[in-house]
């Protein structure tokens, strides 16, 4: 782990310190405490789409101001200050994700993994049955 991950960062949506968790294998996310919002790193974003349990024990889905930053497109990312762009994701255009062009981390809006992971999910089910 390097020394520039050890440092904490601060929400880009609400401002407030965000918490690392540990997920596994040295996976560490940063949670928003106040909004639940996740920023997740390129290799973190691999990792979770890989590990859908995990993905799903660690979007709290709530946080005090869950919602209130959702309408929030302009951002910064946390590690390198550039504008983040808002895109919907692939795996459900229904969720808007705020990524970073310069470094490829995203930010995701409490309950937004957890939405992505259930989606995927739900489209391998239908695939097998179908």
Known sequence: MTEERLQRI???KCQQMMTQI????????????NCGG?????FEKEYLAKAKQRAIDI?????????ATDE???????RD???????QALENHKVGIETCTICGAVFLDAGEL??????SLLDKLKSVLN
């Open 114 to 119: 957890k939405q992505l992971t259930r989606k």
């Open 81 to 87: 200050q550039s504008r983040m762009i808002h895109i």
């Open 72 to 78: 929030i497109h302009v951002i910064s990312c946390p």
């Open 59 to 67: 979007d709290l889905e709530t946080g005090r101001d869950a919602g």
């Open 38 to 42: 996740l920023f997740l790193d390129v």
């Open 22 to 33: 540990t997920v596994d294998d040295g996976i560490v996310v940063d949670r928003c405490s």
């Open 10 to 12: 601060n929400c880009p």
